[in-house]
């Protein structure tokens, strides 16, 4: 129990050190009276050698998760699996993958160099979940070539293996039962919201509600044409908010509904 705590602890730390909106919003909450509870944590991975989700998972299942549910975005050649704790208080796993054959040769060679040129961790275990980039800065071109095709493929590439978001969970929260009540607060603070495909994704027929912030945005180097170094500032991470619905049997839903994670996914998007 302490090893998943401590794995819990270490995702927050590295994802609320370049997400400051999170730890900001997290804070009006608690100060609100709720308990911010987390509905799942999500990453993002290339999916491809050693950081595939089948290479990836195993970490999860030394911890106790089980995948519960597997998901497929065609339009943003994605795969992503699900996983749930047998502890409900523990926050479900969100590991979404990018699959590199499905794009154009130039995108598919620079994926796929990154995973070849990664350097795991050693005794990699649960670190290589929060490790970042595992591989040398990508170029200013490369960046370029890869957000051309996928805004996904140029996070990953700059970011690396990291939580993508946290999900807040809607339903014990007192005050603020519904996902927009929770947008207007947080956009009152002057937080910005993904507006793509509404604000609210998902109704309560389809038995999930979500919503989320835009991404914060973190400078990062990428090598440029004269082998120099150069900053550039890059999306980093946002904050999700959840609500779930019973089903017919009065069991609330715990999976994803691949419509709303497409538009949740353009959260990172660069304007
Ligand atoms: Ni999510």
């Known amino acids: 129990m302490n090893e998943i705590k401590s794995f819990l602890d270490c995702l927050w ?26 509905d799942h944590i999500a990453f993002r991975t290339i999916d491809a050698g050693d950081l595939s989700i089948t290479y990836l998972q195993p970490h999860l299942f030394k911890l106790g998760y089980k995948v519960f549910d597997t998901y497929l975005f065609k339009e943003k050649k994605l795969i992503a699996n699900a996983y749930k704790h047998p502890d409900p208080t523990i926050p479900k796993i969100f590991l979404s993958g990018i699959q590199p054959n499905y794009f154009s040769t130039d995108v598919e060679k620079i994926l796929l160099r990154l995973v070849e040129s990664a350097t795991l961790p050693w005794n990699a275990d649960l670190d290589i979940l929060y490790s970042g980039t595992l591989w ?81 945005t973190v400078t990062i180097d990428l090598v440029g044409n004269d082998g120099n170094l150069v900053p550039a500032v890059v999306p980093s991470c946002y904050y999700e908010f959840a609500l779930r619905h019973p089903d017919k049997e009065g069991n609330l839903y715990q999976g994803f509904v691949e419509k709303s994670a497409d538009k949740i996914f353009e959260s990172t998007d660069v304007k």
Request: hydrophobic letters at 35%.
């Open 13 to 38: 730390n590295s994802y609320s050190k370049i997400t400051p909106s999170a730890q900001k919003i997290k804070s009006i909450f608690e100060n609100e009276g709720e308990i911010v509870v987390n």
């Open 136 to 216: 040398p800065n990508i170029t200013e071109n490369e960046y370029v070539t890869l957000l051309k095709e996928s805004e996904y493929a140029a996070w990953v590439a700059t970011l690396g293996i990291r939580p993508n978001h946290f999900t807040v969970n809607v339903n014990v929260l007192r005050k603020y039962n519904s996902v927009e009540s929770v947008l207007n607060l947080v956009e009152r603070y002057g937080f910005k919201i993904n507006e793509s495909g509404g604000r609210v994704k998902g109704s309560k027929s389809i038995l999930l509600e979500q919503g989320s912030t835009m991404a914060d």
